[in-house]
């Protein structure tokens, strides 16, 4: 079946550090992949998409491209702030039809002033 | 403002009770799900409903049940047959076909 693979956290980082949270899926067919983040005690939010292989999701500085040889969806900011503490999920849909999110373990993010 | 509210934010269920948690939604979604996510761990689907008074079981639905009445209400019931309901309960909608959107959560506690 359809599976997400994150890298285990927690993941620690200074502010103005380089982040990279590695994804890698799963899948029949062509998802659509997609990173939430949940900040402590609340929902997730919607940080970014690529329906598409190639395809660039981007948002609030945050980066991540859909790879199909590669199966992968790395998310990436150049510059993380102490704001940017929070989980982070990857996930996919399959392609077409009711749209089933499969999540990730989730990544623990933890910057320091 | 359009979006999907959740309550209680913090609900306590004692033995042999069943519990109801409440998704509301004013984005006009066709489908909704319920999901539960334990410490650690990703989100698993309980059950989803793509169109009103209709739903489908998702990969963890023992112990659980949803109605549909209307499009913008999916309320979940702890069943007391759910054997260990202690985790935060995630709703969320989509149009068809769409990115799913999520509202704050219930957390559950057993008493």
């Known amino acids: 079946g359809d599976s997400v693979t994150q890298m285990e956290g927690p993941v620690t980082l200074s502010e103005e550090a380089f982040l990279t949270i590695n994804c890698t899926y799963t899948?029949?067919?062509?998802?659509?992949l997609f990173w939430y983040v949940q900040y402590p005690g609340e929902g997730l939010q919607l940080l970014l998409k690529?329906?598409?292989?190639?395809d660039k999701g981007s948002n609030k500085g945050f980066e991540a491209t859909y790879r199909k040889e590669t199966t992968s969806f790395h998310l990436e900011k150049g510059s993380v702030q102490v704001s940017d503490s929070a989980v982070y999920f990857c996930?996919?849909?399959?392609?077409?039809?009711?749209?089933?999110?499969?999540f990730g373990t989730g990544t623990r993010l933890l910057v320091s002033p | 403002d359009g979006g999907i509210t959740q309550s209680p934010k913090y609900l306590f269920r004692k033995e042999g009770q069943n519990v109801t948690l409440s998704c509301e939604q004013n984005?006009?979604?066709?489908?909704m799900y319920w999901y539960r996510q334990d410490p650690g761990q990703g989100l698993r689907l309980i059950y989803y409903?793509?169109?009103?008074?209709?739903?489908q079981k998702g990969d963890i639905a023992e112990g659980y049940s949803v109605s549909r009445e209307k499009k913008e209400s999916f309320p979940l019931t702890v069943t007391s047959a759910q054997k260990n309901p202690t985790a935060f309960y995630l709703c969320?909608?989509?149009?068809?076909?769409?990115?799913?959107?999520f509202g704050p959560g219930t957390r559950l506690l057993v008493l």
């Open positions: 409903s793509q169109i009103v008074n209709d739903f």
């Open positions: 690529a329906t598409k292989a190639d």
């Open positions: 899948a029949t067919g062509y998802p659509s």
């Open positions: 969320a909608s989509s149009m068809y076909q769409e990115t799913q959107y």
């Open positions: 996930a996919l849909t399959p392609l077409g039809g009711f749209q089933k999110l499969v």
């Open positions: 984005l006009n979604h066709d489908a």
